[in-house]
Each structure stands twice: as C-alpha cells, then as structure tokens.
C-alpha cells in the first residue's frame, strides 16, 4: 500500500515561513496521481490547502493567496510544502495525501493519507 | 466556494443501532454530464488522519464494511451506518470535489450511547 510520511519543523515563528516535505513509498510519483496537502486546526475541521501532479502542475485553494507553494521532487519520490508569513491561525496538522482524481485536474477525494504533523505557529 | 454543512454536530447511537449523517452542499455537485455526484465521505478517529470511506456519494471504499453506506443526490447526501460497532466511534466529514476549492463539511461525531 502506498504510504506517506510528513516531515517538518514543529514551531515555527510568526512572520516565517513553514516548509514541510512528504515522502511517498510504494509509489511512484511518476506513476501518475495528483497529490495534495490538507491542514486541520487543533479540534477543528479540515482545509484543503493544494494539489499537485508530478510534471509540477499545481492547483491552490484561494484562500492561501500567494502565501503558499507546492512542488515535487520526483528524483526524490517527495512533494513539499512552503507557507509563508504564518501567524498562529495557521497552527494545525499538516497531511500530505493522495488526490483520486475526479478527471478535473487537481480536484478529488483523497485514498491515502500520512500521519499528520502539527505545527506550531509561536514565538 | 460551495459550503459543505453537517447535521447533527454530534450523535449517540446505542451498539447495533443505525446512525444517519446528512451533508448538505451550498450549491449542486452533480454533474449532468456524467450523472456522478462529487462527494465523499471520512472517519477520522482521534490521533488518525481521516479515512476514505466513501466516494462518488455512493461507491464504498475497498475494506470498508457494508455496514457504512452513502446516499442522497445533487445538494443533499447521507452517510448511514446501519448497525454501529464500537469501533464505529469517530468524527465523519463530507467533503465535495466537484470543484475548486475542495471543502469539507464542519464533521458529525459519533459516539456510543
């Protein structure tokens, strides 16, 4: 089974910019999938932040603005995240998961997910 | 953005009862061309990333047991677990894809009565 793994700082400071990596295992990026990260507030819902395909196309939730970057490494089998000037709304758990496409690009229902990291947003 | 709403916020079921959870969408995700409605639907257990459990609003996820069954069409959808298990205890969400930005409903949490 395809297997993903969050990696990243735990705090962060506000004003600086949040960088986490996903590992996928068991699967090819290459192989096809879009790939997206979700974030969810401590004992909140859930927020859909991008998705990506393994050319590098990507697909941002609005709301995000120019705050946010999402990119591949496929030399690396792994997909990044980079959120800029964070402030403590942005603490939540970061999930990197697995987009079953809907045939719109960027856009479905997610089969696989990591574990989740949280991320503190505090001086 | 289309506005995914939840009711109940919360739920208690006694073991072996059914348990219903609606999900309502501001605006249609179905779509006419193909007659799928984009709509899934997640547990999430606590310290666990939700779980796919169901998708196109009917279409059961492999592993997931009968017992948790998706319905409804165009803005108004429903996730019912017909006879609830102990281990059935989560929060469950709805979350449409029928465009961007993909949202997910507020959750419903199910527990043991």
């Known amino acids: 089974q395809v297997q993903l793994q969050e990696s990243g700082p735990g705090l962060v400071k506000p004003s600086e910019t949040l960088s986490l990596t996903c590992a996928v295992s068991?699967?090819?990026?290459?192989?096809?999938?879009?790939w997206g990260w979700i974030r969810q507030p401590p004992g909140k819902g859930l927020e859909w932040i991008g998705s990506l395909y393994h050319s590098g196309s990507t697909y941002y939730n609005p709301s995000f603005k120019s705050r946010i970057t999402i990119s591949v490494d496929t030399s690396k089998n792994q997909f990044s995240l980079k959120l800029s000037s964070v402030i403590a709304a942005d603490t939540a758990v970061y999930y990197c998961?697995?987009?079953?496409?809907?045939?719109?690009?960027?856009?479905?229902?997610?089969?696989?997910w990591g574990q989740g990291t949280l991320v503190t947003v505090s001086s | 953005d289309i506005v995914m709403t939840q009711s109940p916020d919360s739920l208690a079921v006694s073991l072996g009862e059914r348990a219903t959870i609606n999900c309502k969408s501001s605006?249609?995700?179905?779509?006419?061309?193909?007659?799928?409605?984009?709509l899934a639907w997640y547990q999430q257990k606590p310290g666990q990333p939700p779980k796919l459990l169901i998708y196109w609003a009917s279409s059961r996820e492999s592993g997931v047991p009968d017992r948790f069954s998706g319905s409804g069409s165009g803005t108004d959808f429903t996730l019912t677990i017909s006879s609830l298990q102990a281990e059935d205890v989560a929060v469950y969400y709805c979350q449409q894809y029928y465009t961007g930005p993909l949202t997910f409903g507020g959750g419903t949490k199910v527990e043991i009565k």
């Open positions: 068991r699967y090819s990026i290459n192989s096809g999938y879009y």
């Open positions: 605006q249609t995700v179905l779509y006419s061309s193909n007659n799928k409605n984009y």
């Open positions: 998961a697995r987009v079953i496409s809907s045939g719109d690009p960027g856009m479905g229902s997610f089969d696989f």
